[in-house]
């Protein structure tokens, strides 16, 4: 049997903290076992229209299966992942993943802030006021005792009603700022959530990093798209992306830029080498960075925890295999 979850099923699943716990237990898992396929991901266009494909085998987990979206700016993009078993070949679950993108990016953040943040921190500037700025925002309270946050972005009342909507949902002070600056200074954590567009201004400059500052940049998943400078990239002491820097730096606009003029620039490390113990915080006035552009792994990851979530609770749509075996 198949499971279809929709985007309200997957809504309704939502449990931040236990999903960071299993995207944390997911990748430790595959860091440390054989046999991970995890290719990079296929990035196919007709005018506006723009298909990626993220296919991965997750031996650990038990489970391969893919990630794929499509459609446009303009009309909209729409998103699956299919989780199939590796020893039956069953497809166990087809999961609308608009939000579950947006839950394990956030999830996934959560697990780097856990390794890379002070332990002590407990305030946060949010760059940023759409739906991954919620979810990265919930991954940070997951792991960090957070008492008060400020938000910025551009348009005052969506940074309002942000800061309305998630002090409800948290149950902690959130202000809006008058800007960047105003939301990033003092901030013990800094989460960058911005969809920036070609040709606009950054949403974050390296020059208002303080130390001990942890920053998550989660924006800039597309050549065309800045969400950091240049000076972001350089001066945190850890530098660490959740996938290789070869993918990093030909699918995100910042990492391009940088690398424009820094040609031999890379990052200290991979959110795996933090997770294995091979780096780490090195001291508390460190300046730390966690640059993320997703992966199949953790969407897959993701949803196999949506998944069992789903069976116990009796959630979701139960159909006939989607895909019958053909015996040769």
């Known amino acids: 049997m198949t499971l279809i979850l929709s985007d309200k099923d997957v809504r309704g699943l939502a449990d931040m903290p236990a999903l960071v716990d299993s995207l944390e237990q997911g990748l430790r898992a595959e ?12 990035n196919l266009a007709l005018g506006a ?54 839950l394990r990016t956030g999830a996934t953040s959560g697990v780097a802030t856990r390794h890379l943040a002070r332990p002590d921190a407990r305030t946060v500037g949010v760059i ?9 925002l919930e991954a940070v309270c997951a792991v960090r005792a957070v008492e008060f946050v400020r938000v910025y972005s551009r348009d005052p009342v969506r940074r309002s009603e942000f800061a309305r909507r998630m002090s409800e949902r948290l149950g902690i002070a959130i202000e809006p700022a008058e800007t960047m600056e105003q939301a990033a200074i003092g901030a013990d954590v800094v989460v960058v959530a911005t969809n ?14 303080e130390p001990g500052q942890h920053v998550v940049s989660i924006g ?21 992306f959740d996938t290789a820097h070869a993918q990093v730096s030909r699918e ?3 990492v391009m830029a940088l690398l424009a003029s820094r040609p031999d620039w890379a990052p200290h ?33 993701a949803g196999l925890a949506l998944y069992q979530a789903a069976t116990v609770r009796g ?12 015996t040769f």
Request: net charge negative.
């Open 31 to 42: 860091e440390g076992g054989p046999g991970v396929i995890l290719p990079e991901r296929m």
């Open 128 to 136: 940023g006021s759409g739906l991954e700025a919620e979810t990265n």
């Open 252 to 254: 995100s606009g910042d």
């Open 196 to 209: 920036t567009g070609p040709g606009g201004a950054v949403a974050f400059r390296g020059s208002v990093l």
């Open 49 to 102: 229209t723009l298909l990626r494909v993220m296919p991965a085998i997750l031996p650990a987990a038990g489970v391969l299966g893919l990630k794929f979206f499509f459609g446009s700016l303009h009309e909209g993009i729409r998103y699956a992942v299919m989780v199939c078993a590796i020893d039956s070949g069953e497809v166990l679950a087809v999961i609308d993943a608009a939000y579950l993108t947006a």
């Open 220 to 240: 800039s998943t597309a050549t065309f798209l800045r969400e950091i400078d240049e000076e972001t990239l350089l001066r945190p002491h850890l530098v660490v």
């Open 269 to 301: 490390g991979l959110l795996g080498d933090v997770l294995s113990g091979r780096l780490a915080r090195a001291g508390s006035d460190q300046v730390t960075l966690f640059k993320s552009v997703g992966t199949a792994a953790q969407d897959l990851i």
């Open 315 to 326: 959630v979701g749509l139960l159909v006939p295999d989607l895909a019958e075996p053909k």
